[in-house]
Every structure is written in structure tokens, then in C-alpha cells.
């Protein structure tokens, strides 16, 4: 069993950044790939970004590539999401996502283990 706790969400302005974070307890989060969701209101789940378990690969959304950095503290048992250049259509809940299969598997949603989420709110 895996739990997660996200943190560091809020509200910051438009071309602003924000980092998230992810804290696994329970079983080793390096026997994980990890990422992030977001949902926004009305809106489905979607597929942020992956990393896997030694964090040598990431998957974005094209939505995010180039704006978002995943990366992840096996030590510390955390992962993170560096959100730079932020626009008003990232705000979302973010959850936090593990699952003991590969990393570009992740994408698909179909999880074993999340997070309650965190909430960002980029404003205009």
C-alpha cells in the first residue's frame, strides 16, 4: 500500500510558476512509477506528466511540455511538478499518482494508487 499526500498548491497569476509536491508513505516509492492528473471543473481527468521509478524517463502533455518539469526524490520518497509560465486553463485539482507498472502506462489512468489532490488556481 502507497499513500500520497500532495501539497504546495494555490493561487498565483498568469506567466507565474508554482511546485507542487507529492510525499509517498507506506511501500518504497522508487518500486513506482509516479505522475500527475488534473481535473478542472466539468471537466474529465487528464494526464499531466509520468516519471519512472529511477526517474530517467518523463512523459508530458502536450499541453504542458516545455512549461512543466516532473521530477522525483527517491530518498525522500517525493516527486514533484515544476509548473512555469502558468495560464489561466491549468487551473485544476492536481493528484498525485503511483503504479507499479511502467511509466508511459501511467498516461493511461488507470492507476492503483492516488492522492486527494491539491488545488491550483492560475488567475487572468
Known amino acids: 500500500q502507497v499513500q500520497l499526500v500532495e501539497s504546495g498548491g494555490g493561487l498565483v497569476q498568469a506567466g507565474g510558476s508554482l511546485r507542487i509536491s507529492c510525499a509517498a508513505s507506506?511501500?518504497?516509492?522508487?518500486?513506482?512509477?509516479m505522475g500527475w492528473f488534473r481535473q478542472a471543473a466539468g471537466k474529465e481527468r487528464e494526464f499531466v506528466a509520468a516519471?519512472?521509478?529511477?526517474?530517467?524517463?518523463?512523459y508530458y502533455a502536450d499541453s504542458v511540455e516545455g512549461r512543466f518539469t516532473i521530477s522525483r526524490d527517491n530518498a525522500k520518497n517525493t516527486v514533484h511538478l515544476q509548473m512555469n509560465s502558468l495560464k489561466p486553463e491549468d487551473t485544476a485539482v492536481y493528484y498525485c499518482?503511483?503504479?507499479?507498472?511502467?511509466?508511459?502506462?501511467?498516461?493511461?489512468?488507470?492507476?492503483?494508487?492516488w492522492g486527494q489532490g491539491t488545488q491550483v488556481t492560475v488567475s487572468s
Open positions: 507506506g511501500r518504497t516509492s522508487s518500486t513506482y512509477a
Open positions: 516519471i519512472s521509478r529511477r526517474g530517467s524517463i518523463t
Open positions: 499518482t503511483a503504479d507499479p507498472g511502467p511509466a508511459q502506462n501511467l498516461r493511461l489512468g488507470v492507476n492503483d494508487y
